[in-house]
């Protein structure tokens, strides 16, 4: 997968519902690809990287349970 750049919240509740979905999505694979390789002994390519991808996928969160409580 390419490198995913840093998602703000302002671009995030800028997008559809289905982006938001579609998104989240592609990060958690992310993370579970990072935990992976770690746990098979590898090190991680970016060790930042994991909790970047942590801090996003709780971004879209937020935006997404800001979204259903409208």
Not at 35 to 46: E, Q, T
Request: net charge positive; proline share 4%; charged share 35%.
């Amino acid at each position: 997968m390419s490198k995913m750049p840093e998602l703000k919240a302002k671009k995030l509740k800028e997008m559809s519902e289905q982006e938001l979905n579609d998104t989240y999505k592609n990060l958690r694979e992310s993370l579970m690809k990072e935990r992976a390789s770690v746990a098979m002994g590898g090190a991680p390519v970016s060790p930042g990287k994991m909790r970047s991808i942590r801090r996003q996928i709780a971004r879209v969160k937020t935006v997404m349970n800001l979204e259903d409580h409208k």
